[in-house]
Antibody, heavy 122, light 107 residues
Framework: QVQLQESGPGLVKPSQTLSLTCTVS??????????WSWIRQPAGKGLEWIGR???????NYNPSLKSRVTISVDTSKNQFSLKLSSVTAADTAVYYC??????????????WGQGTLVTVSS | SYELTQPPSVSVSPGQTARITCSGD??????AYWYQQKPGQAPVLVIY???ERPSGIPERFSGSSSGTTVTLTISGVQAEDEADYYC??????????FGGGTKLTVL
């Protein structure tokens, strides 16, 4: 079965760029009707969708983060990545990658990676 | 901006039925999905397309939809069901969004 694993620095300085990678195992990132997504969760708070990418490179972003977010995909490595620029303490959160299954207008997230904590601090 | 509204908390005794609601103006036009999140763990999908249950999810989990409200029902609640539950849907532009989450306490 497909598994996802996030990786990247756990500490980022304010104003810098947060960079994370999600490695997909147990299946090809290019197969099936799937988007590949990033979702985050500040400590003790709810989930916030960041954005998604299709293997063609087509992306959709949360309007509240759109100006700072870039999601890319590397099908040769079975990976997709997140870059979030100009970070502040408000960007401190657990970041999850997830596979998004879509059928017509329906889209849901399954499975999820285990999550990685990113702290923004000097 | 569009929001999905959930009650912050629901409490039930073991063996009882828990109902967690999620309200949003676009829900008559968009499917809803439900995730269970236990402390320190990633969310797990328990219901998709309003009422479909993924393989491996116990039959006591069910979903329904009526107008602008969707409901996750857990019948015969067990201690292991204590968790945070999040609904998810989309707005008219296809932007995914989550409800604020509901903490289910098993008394």
């Amino acid at each position: 079965q497909v598994q996802l694993q996030e990786s990247g620095p756990g500490l980022v300085k304010p104003s810098q760029t947060l960079s994370l990678t999600c490695t997909v195992s147990g299946g090809s990132i290019s197969s099936g009707s799937y988007y590949w997504s990033w979702i985050r969760q500040p400590a003790g708070k709810g989930l916030e969708w960041i954005g998604r990418i299709y293997t063609s490179g087509s992306t959709n972003y949360n309007p509240s983060l759109k100006s700072r977010v870039t999601i890319s995909v590397d099908t040769s490595k079975n990976q997709f990545s997140l870059k979030l620029s100009s970070v502040t303490a408000a960007d401190t959160a657990v970041y999850y990658c997830a596979r998004a299954k879509y059928v017509d207008t329906a889209m849901w997230f399954d499975p999820w990676g285990q999550g990685t904590l990113v702290t923004v601090s000097s | 901006s569009y929001e999905l509204t959930q009650p912050p908390s629901v409490s039930v005794s073991p063996g009882q039925t828990a109902r967690i609601t999620c309200s949003g103006d676009a829900l008559p036009k968009q499917y809803a999905y439900w995730y269970q999140q236990k402390p320190g763990q990633a969310p797990v999908l328990v219901i998709y397309k309003d009422s479909e249950r993924p393989s491996g999810i116990p039959e006591r989990f069910s979903g329904s939809s009526s107008g602008t409200t969707v409901t996750l029902t857990i019948s015969g609640v067990q201690a292991e069901d204590e968790a945070d539950y999040y609904c998810q849907s989309a707005d008219s532009s296809g932007t995914s969004l989550f409800g604020g989450g509901t903490k289910l306490t098993v008394l």
